[in-house]
């Protein structure tokens, strides 16, 4: 149905605009209306105040999201577009950017649409707008929220310079599947790395106010378990227990909703039979009534029409209808709250309370937003044009991607570079290809603009010989014509760099893969340089834990670098010649074997632990059932030595906190950085418990031969727990603390929580 809308003349604008004015005392500037005052309160008001001048439609357009489309044949729709815009048929759009292009959208909407409600503009942003940052796997290896905060701080400083107010960021979804390509988008497998970084990264983006003009609104997603999809298929089922919700999945948002996020996307799964953009339980009454959740909640691509799909609504009507009361506020891009709520509601099948209330969330974000106050306050073409690529920018690039790159083996010290070297074969098509330095999701990234591993190789040593051979075409190319020459250039070289992995397009969204062995001939390729007898160095790039094996038993250095972002050539060159000294861990279990998924490390213990001497015991007869590096694992060029754990008393009460502390000893010859990791066991609880869960970590320098105490503080916080009431609990007894610079070298100590009467 095709909704027909009148214009009102400008005298009801004018009165309209005159009665708000008077009625909050506003101000102008720039001649655009200024509410006055920023409480709850005077927001409500204000919010109420545009209510309820808004007919029913004006009201669905605001519920309503298109996309913008930027190709030379898509003018007709470009122009249908402005068109509803002023008939207050659009109340936001996503996959816009650039301040000409927003500037005459949020024009057509305030001055020519009839209540002047200004568009909001998202895109998505996920590591970086212009300057692009390491993908979120990788910088969640850095074990540095900061460094998630000052990315995310910089993206929205680039985006809101380029005219947007609204980013599809964080995604806070944790999997335990590398399989799913969208592992790459989050922190990883554990819920309290990914918290951490979940919230660094909102208030990286929203900053201290949300209508300064250089912070955006952050849109926490997948609302919930999208990485529990089953086969690591995208957009596929998840069949999880409410414990896995509680313990696993829904934490990072919880996270961030304390950290005052300001929306929530739902996401393409179903849950035990209800699809998320249905599921009032989980949106309504979880997000919003237990956790008090008072932001907005927008759909995904096209969630709202494939309820039709998922066989849970007979038609369209019925879509929206059951999306908009799980909580689902806008709609976007499936055309269906604007073009079937009105009659649902004429028809009494939908009530209008439920649309007005999503009608003030979106209000109130435009008003946080700082756009009733002035809605052009983002579209500066100057500050455009400063601030975009800006070499202050680059530089943190390049240094929170160094801080991404786990050194995953180094024999013999092979690594950093001998600064004395003379020639050097880099090998690999990845070494020149921007693109996927870049890393999927890359925003308004150029391939061009990113500096690639043979660049930043050849910057580094300006005095080596450098030869280059591509050695594969592609990463999942079967082509073997390349290897002859690969191999004459290492035989020429005194070492030789070896890039394989996976392009960037083989992660992300719909980039799932069955296996996780290095794509197409690349292990062939490694096999036939290693023959060369040269010293070989892989560099990685890739999207997801990789079974390299063969890489592991026979290549004496390997380092992950991910795929790190618009510096990504220096970072990787500044490891390799040893200017920077690697200390990223893995925030993700490799396997050996994608047989092995899932694999994670805060898994339960079972009845049957594995037990490689016992045969009725859980574990594979054709492969071991440890991982290839476990979670929390990064080699550095120096060693540290853990010593003296202490805790300052073995019993604690539940208002009481318990220090923990440990000694960590540099015992190499360079200075380093390294991540100290606590976890804590509960060793028996009403329900059971993981073998072990991440409760706290510290990323610290130590200059060789310098040592450091370094403190935790345990509270009744860390211990708990779901019961089999699903209530948050602690229960006394014995837990164990295990502290270490990764998931399985820790020491050990134990501590008993004691009831209080
Ligand atoms: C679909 C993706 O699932 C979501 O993460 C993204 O924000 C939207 N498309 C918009 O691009």
Same mark, same amino acid.
């Given at each position: 149905m095709n909704i027909q809308f009148t214009r009102q003349p400008s005298l009801f604008r004018l009165l309209f605009v005159f009665a708000v004015f008077t009625f909050f005392n506003l101000t102008t500037v720039s001649g655009q209306l200024v509410p006055n005052g920023s409480s709850n309160a005077k927001i409500g008001s204000f919010v109420d105040s545009i209510l309820v001048k808004m007919t029913l439609e004006e009201k669905l357009g605001q519920l309503n999201q298109y996309r913008w489309v930027w190709g030379e044949n898509e003018e007709p729709i470009r122009q249908q577009y402005r068109e509803y815009i002023k008939e207050g048929k659009i109340g936001s759009f996503l996959g816009i950017f650039g301040v000409e292009s927003t500037r005459e959208l949020q024009r057509i909407a305030v001055e020519e649409s009839r209540l002047g409600i200004p568009l909001l503009l998202a895109f998505d942003v996920i590591h970086g707008f212009r300057t692009i940052f390491p993908v979120p796997l990788a910088e969640s290896a850095s074990w540095e929220p900061a460094n998630a905060e000052k990315s995310a701080r910089i993206a929205a400083i680039e985006a809101a310079a380029s005219g947007l107010h609204w980013t599809f960021a964080p995604m806070v979804d944790i999997t335990h599947d590398p399989r799913w390509g969208r592992i790459i988008e989050g922190a990883g497998e554990d819920p309290y790395l990914g918290s951490q970084m979940a919230a660094a990264r909102v208030r990286g983006f929203q900053g201290q106010d949300l209508a300064a003009?250089?912070?955006?609104?952050?849109?926490?997603?997948?609302?919930?378990?999208?990485?529990?999809?089953? +086969?690591?298929?995208?957009?596929?089922?998840?069949?999880?227990?409410?414990?896995?919700?509680?313990?696993?999945?829904? &934490?990072?948002?919880?996270s961030v909703i304390n950290s005052d996020v300001a929306t929530v996307m739902a996401s393409f799964n179903e849950i035990g039979g209800v699809p998320m953009h249905a599921n009032g339980w989980l949106i309504n009454d979880v997000m919003r009534r237990e956790w008090g959740f008072n932001g907005l909640v927008i759909s995904d691509f096209t969630g709202v029409m494939e309820l039709l799909h998922h066989g849970i609504a007979a038609d369209s009507t019925q879509a929206g209808i059951n999306a908009i009361?799980?909580? /689902?506020?806008?709609?976007?891009?499936?055309?269906?709250?604007?073009?079937?709520?009105?009659?649902?509601?004429?028809?009494?099948?939908?009530?209008?309370?439920?649309?007005?209330?999503? $009608?003030?969330?979106?209000?109130?974000?435009?008003?946080?937003?700082?756009?009733?106050?002035?809605?052009?306050?983002?579209?500066?073409t100057n500050r455009e044009k400063q601030l975009l690529l800006h070499s202050d920018h680059l530089k943190a690039s390049r240094e929170v991607a160094r801080q991404s790159i786990v050194l995953l083996k180094n024999e013999n010290q092979i690594l950093p570079l001998n600064n004395n070297i003379q020639s050097i074969a880099v090998i690999g098509a990845l070494a020149t290809d921007g693109r996927s330095s870049l890393g999927s999701w890359h925003g308004a990234g150029r391939s061009e603009e990113a500096i690639t591993v043979l660049q930043g190789i050849r910057d580094a040593l300006p005095g080596c010989a450098i030869k280059f051979a591509e050695g594969y075409t592609t990463p999942q190319s079967q082509d073997k014509t390349r290897f002859a020459k690969a191999v004459e250039i290492a035989q020429q070289s005194e070492a030789v760099i070896l890039v394989l992995g996976e392009s960037g397009a083989m992660s992300g969204e719909a980039s799932n893969r069955s296996t996780l062995d290095l794509p197409g001939v690349q292990q062939d390729l490694a096999q036939e340089i290693h023959k060369t007898g040269k010293p070989l160095v892989v560099v990685l790039m890739n999207g997801r834990?990789?079974?390299?094996?063969?890489?592991?038993?026979? $290549?004496?250095?390997?380092?992950?670098?991910?795929?790190?972002?618009?510096?990504?050539?220096?970072?990787?060159?500044?490891?390799? $010649?040893?200017?920077?000294?690697?200390?990223?861990?893995? &925030? /993700?279990?490799?396997?050996?074997?994608? +047989?092995?998924?899932?694999?994670?490390?805060?898994?339960?213990?079972?009845?049957?632990?594995?037990?490689?001497?016992?045969?009725?015991?859980?574990?594979?007869?054709?492969?071991?059932?440890? &991982?290839?590096?476990?979670?929390?694992?990064?080699?550095?060029y120096t060693t540290f030595a853990y010593k003296n754990l202490n805790l300052n008393k073995n019993q604690m009460v539940k208002t009481d906190t318990l220090d923990v502390s440990v000694e960590v000893h540099n015992t190499g010859k360079v200075d380093g950085d390294e991540v100290v990791q606590l976890y804590i066991q509960d060793e028996v609880g009403s329900v059971t418990r993981p073998v072990k869960q991440l409760r706290n970590f510290k990323r610290i320098h130590l200059r060789a031969g310098e040592m450091k105490r370094v403190s935790f503080k345990i509270s009744a916080e860390d211990l708990q727990f779901y019961n089999i009431a699903m209530k948050n609990v602690v229960e006394p007894g014995f837990f164990k603390v295990y502290v270490g610079g990764n998931s399985v070298d820790l020491l050990e100590k134990r501590f008993e929580l004691v009831a209080t009467k």
């Open positions: 003009s250089n912070t955006v609104l952050a849109c926490a997603k997948h609302f919930v378990a999208y990485g529990a999809a089953e +086969g690591g298929r995208d957009y596929n089922t998840a069949d999880i227990s409410e414990r896995s919700l509680r313990e696993i999945y829904l &934490p990072p948002f919880q009361s799980a909580g /689902v506020d806008i709609d976007m891009v499936s055309n269906i709250y604007l073009t079937k709520l009105k009659q649902a509601i004429e028809k009494k099948e939908l009530p209008i309370a439920i649309v007005d209330e999503a $009608v003030r969330r979106v209000l109130k974000l435009k008003y946080r937003a700082g756009l009733f106050e002035d809605p052009y306050r983002y579209q500066d834990p990789l079974s390299i094996n063969w890489l592991d038993q026979n $290549v004496p250095a390997i380092l992950e670098t991910w795929f790190l972002g618009s510096q990504m050539g220096h970072a990787v060159a500044d490891v390799l $010649v040893g200017h920077y000294n690697p200390g990223g861990k893995l &925030p /993700v279990t490799f396997p050996r074997s994608v +047989g092995q998924i899932p694999i994670y490390y805060n898994h339960k213990n079972t009845g049957r632990p594995p037990d490689k001497d016992i045969v009725w015991t859980s574990k594979y007869i054709d492969i071991d059932w440890t &991982p290839l590096y476990p979670f929390g694992y990064g080699l550095s």
